[in-house]
């Protein structure tokens, strides 16, 4: 009998353990744009060092895939190999302006931070962005406003001709419509090659002509382009 | 503003009430017997109800912008709804205010149990204080909502801040940005804007962009690249647009 009692307490001792440890996120991400659409999210709780992206350093080749192409399975693959707690793709493709987007995300003990990366369509390597947001213990609802960031790893020439690839220069595509063609370019070069906040978009009002395939009146933004509220069980 | 007043006339006539009664039960214990014909409900009533408490918020708001004067600041207490929600459309009272700043329908909506409006227009740099007072204890939410009357129909503000749980003297500030009611084209055309860098109309029924509320991208101007724009580079914005502060003072 008093075996069994020990056994029981220490059961329990380590089921209220592991519930207290683990923590369980309801995340929603509103995209706050009337003109931009975000490509698949990813959303990572990881430690610490495995961060997905910091102001001030290079991009990696994984996150200028995002980045350029909106391509995230390699940002997934490398989270995955350090042990982060990941969500891929909860909007099941594009997020449109406006739209938001809601999923939960289960992390364990060591993965005390929150990253999120996506594309923004059109832009040459924009994207929206959260990087090492401590996760809080209490809980409860936080509100965390996110903004635009430049991979610094393509020129932001404006010219929509379809490259998503990494190192091809252009835009993929503009979602929400009102771009143009025919554009010469509104610059061919990147000279902070650094993760940056970005200087946001110029476009213009020509639709067959001009230096940008963008317009100017949709498809520029001003910060913060996202909202992210984080429930915490 | 009318709302509010009507609810302190109704307080004002309870108390007044229960003066009255409690007068007439004191002349029938001074008179004793005649007041023999007198309801008999009356001699139960003899307390009267305590005053209810009053909530009293000092608002105080700051133009952040070079040269956006904003149209008379719309400041109202509701219960737990948002007066309007990124990604839905805006309602017909809002889109009066984003478009032409009248905000006179936005204060007047059903669920408002509260409000108060700024004198006149709010000029950049400028402070405007505002007071607002109510004895409902389901105002619990607090909505400000304000025109930058140099565009077509960017508005800022916030919408459904529980500020229930303030205490007296304790204050709350917030930057705020600038959104887009999305019910009107952001063609900064000659005659869209009702400003004063344009003086054209304001509000308009039809819908011609995308209907919904969402950020502002900022105007792009004529010195910038929209060649039809009345509006110069001495129009642009950035985020924030206002300092909003609170202050719960009863």
Known sequence: MKIINQSLSALALTLASSTLLAQELSITLTNLTQGLHFTPIITAAHTNESNMFMVGNAATAELQAMAEGGDISGLASVLMNSDANISENPASGLLAPGMSTSYTLSTDTTNSYLSLAAMILPSNDGFVGASNWMIPETAGTYTVYLNAYDAGTEANNEIINGGGAPGVLGIPAAPSGGSGTGGTGITDTEANTLIHIHRGTIGDDNTDGGKSDLNNSIHRWLNPVAKLTITIQ | ?250
Not at chain 2, 87 to 94: K, N, T
Not at chain 2, 120 to 131: E, F, Q, R
Not at chain 2, 158 to 185: H, P, R
Request: net charge negative; aromatic share 6%; glycine share 6%.
């Open chain 2, 1 to 250: 503003m009318l709302t509010f007043l009507s609810q302190t006339n109704s307080s004002k006539q309870n108390t007044s009430a229960s003066f009255k009664k409690v007068l007439s039960i004191g002349l029938c214990a001074i008179a004793l017997s005649a007041c023999n014909d007198d309801n008999d409900d009356d001699t139960m009533v003899i307390t009267p109800p305590p005053a209810p408490a009053e909530y009293s918020y000092t608002v105080m708001v700051t133009n952040l912008t070079y040269a956006q004067p904003l149209s008379p600041i719309a400041v109202v207490l509701h219960g737990d709804n948002k007066m309007w929600t990124t990604g839905e459309a805006a309602s017909v009272a809002l889109e009066n205010l984003a478009e032409g700043g009248d905000n006179s329908d936005f204060i007047a909506d059903s669920n408002v149990l509260a409000s108060s409006s700024g004198d006149g227009v709010l000029l950049p740099s400028m402070t405007s204080t505002i007071t607002i007072t109510t004895t409902d204890r389901l105002a619990t939410n607090l909505t400000i909502a304000t025109m930058l009357v140099n565009t077509n129909d960017a508005f800022s503000g916030l919408t459904g801040v529980d500020i229930s749980s303030m205490a007296i003297d304790e204050q709350k500030s917030w930057n705020l940005n600038v959104y887009d009611a999305g019910t009107e084209l952001n063609s900064e055309s000659v005659g869209t804007i009702p400003g004063p860098a344009d003086g054209g109309t304001g509000f308009d029924i039809t819908r011609d962009d995308v209907n919904f509320v969402a950020y502002h991208s900022g105007v792009v101007s004529q010195d910038d690249g929209l060649s039809s724009s009345v509006l110069t580079q001495a129009h642009r914005f950035d985020n924030p647009a206002i300092k909003l502060t609170i202050t719960r003072t009863e």
